[in-house]
């Protein structure tokens, strides 16, 4: 059955958005590129500029070619003003922050640790009035969106974080406190999900649809991409590798403790124990510990946790053959193509599917760049309309 013909009113709508993903990939552009770009005709580029600045979406941010004057030397840009956007990495000892524009540009940043002692209130309010310290400094009048990273399980109903094993309260309190106290939408999602959309729009998985990012830092974590889409399962916990069942930790994880599953050979506790058979340990805690071992030139502990972290990688493979997975993390990050090598390796031993194991290059700067990228994503979709590239 043929399809009708669009509406003037719907195809002027598809070309604002062709002309604002455009502004927003290629950075500022004359009215000439746009059509060029777009394919669209001069008058209807024309049209389509005069409507966006009407909207306040689109001005004229400068001129070019060699005499500079005239409506065809205007160059046009994306209003980055017309909103503010907010990220948020909460881990279990502190939070960090950034504010941006529209386009994500850093306005101002800051972080803060948070003791694991501190009770649940005085936590809330430390990580609370950081944030909005924060965005009066970065004179972010136009908040619109604010995305959070967290480690646990987001509710896919609701869009809140569930009340996980071994997690601090202040962690859910805090996402109800910032939808009271904030004016703008604020989206929460898991922190290993966060990384691997950043990985996939800006990282090492910028040519993959299909990958599996294995986060690696105090704890451990999967995330799950598939021909383009995040994929969280039918509860949310899609990944949540810490439970799986592996040989070696000598007991089962259990619905409340995964302290019998991978998470028992691969979270930084039991890695700073690897570590220290190897030679001695530093750091201020665990994780410290294990980065400062994987600077060591020596060899033995990386076999050693190769050895480890390709077991888990050989179970999401059996089940999903990803043909990619990504290092990702703290120690995913530190360890680098060194490491990267040695569980490819390891991994083509134990499973007969071919995977690429390729370093995370994003580090622990991953899960803030996923939550502002989540962030602009959405405020561009309810201001430009229509739904943003990339995993989701």
């Known amino acids: 059955m043929p399809t009708a013909p669009a509406s003037p009113s719907t195809a002027r709508a598809i070309n604002?958005?062709?002309a604002l993903r455009l502004l927003q990939e290629e950075g500022p552009l004359t009215a000439g590129r746009l059509k060029q770009l777009?394919?669209?005709?001069?008058?209807?580029?024309?049209?389509l500029v005069e409507r966006l600045q009407l909207a306040g979406l689109v001005e004229v941010v400068g001129e070019t070619g060699a005499e500079r004057r005239g409506p065809n030397a205007r160059v046009y840009g994306i209003v980055s003003g017309r909103a503010h956007l907010a990220a948020l990495d909460v881990r279990l000892r502190g939070v960090s922050v950034?504010?941006?524009?529209?386009?994500?540009?850093?306005?101002?940043?800051?972080?803060v640790p948070v003791d694991g002692g501190t009770a649940t209130g005085p936590a809330v309010e430390q990580a609370a009035a950081l944030l909005e310290r924060t965005i009066e400094e970065a004179g972010a009048s136009r908040l619109h969106t604010v995305g959070i990273g967290a480690p646990g399980l987001v509710d896919p109903a609701t869009g809140t974080l569930r009340d996980s094993a071994k997690l601090p309260a202040w962690h859910r309190r805090l996402?109800?406190?910032?939808?009271?106290?904030?004016?703008?939408?604020?989206?929460?999602?898991?922190?290993?999900?966060?990384?691997?959309?950043?990985?996939?729009?800006?990282?090492?998985?910028?040519?993959?649809?299909?990958?599996?990012?294995?986060?690696?830092?105090?704890?451990?974590?999967?995330?799950?991409?598939?021909?383009?889409?995040?994929?969280?399962?039918?509860?949310?916990?899609?990944?949540?590798?810490?439970?799986?069942p592996v040989p070696g930790t000598g007991a089962l994880p259990s619905a409340t403790d995964c302290?019998?599953?991978?998470?028992?050979?691969?979270g930084a506790a039991a890695l700073r124990d690897l570590a220290a058979e190897y030679g001695p340990v530093g750091g201020a805690d665990d994780l410290e510990a294990v980065l400062a071992a994987l600077r060591e030139p020596a060899g033995a502990f990386l076999d050693a946790l190769a050895g480890r972290i390709a077991l888990g990688a050989a179970a999401v493979g059996a089940v999903l053959d990803p043909g990619c997975v990504v290092l990702g993390g703290e120690i995913g990050h530190?360890?680098?193509?060194?490491?990267?090598?040695?569980?490819?390796?390891?991994?083509?031993?134990?499973?007969?599917?071919?995977?690429e194991v390729r370093a995370?290059?994003?580090?622990?700067?991953?899960?803030?760049r996923g939550a502002l990228l989540t962030a602009r994503d959405a405020a561009q979709d309810d201001l430009f309309g229509g739904p943003s590239p990339g995993p989701r």
Not at 38 to 47: M, Q, Y
Not at 360 to 368: D, F, N, S
């Open 360 to 368: 995370g290059t994003l580090g622990g700067r991953a899960v803030l």
């Open 98 to 111: 950034t504010v941006t524009d529209l386009l994500g540009v850093p306005l101002a940043e800051a972080s």
């Open 334 to 355: 530190a360890g680098g193509p060194r490491l990267a090598a040695r569980v490819e390796d390891r991994l083509s031993a134990l499973s007969p599917l071919r995977t």
């Open 175 to 244: 996402v109800t406190v910032l939808r009271e106290r904030l004016p703008g939408a604020v989206l929460v999602e898991n922190e290993t999900n966060l990384a691997a959309v950043a990985e996939a729009r800006e990282g090492t998985a910028r040519d993959r649809d299909t990958f599996v990012l294995l986060w690696l830092s105090h704890g451990v974590g999967a995330a799950v991409v598939l021909d383009g889409s995040l994929r969280r399962g039918a509860s949310g916990g899609a990944g949540e590798l810490g439970f799986l």
């Open 16 to 18: 604002d958005r062709l």
């Open 259 to 266: 302290a019998g599953g991978f998470h028992a050979l691969v």
């Open 38 to 47: 777009t394919g669209l005709s001069r008058p209807t580029v024309a049209d």
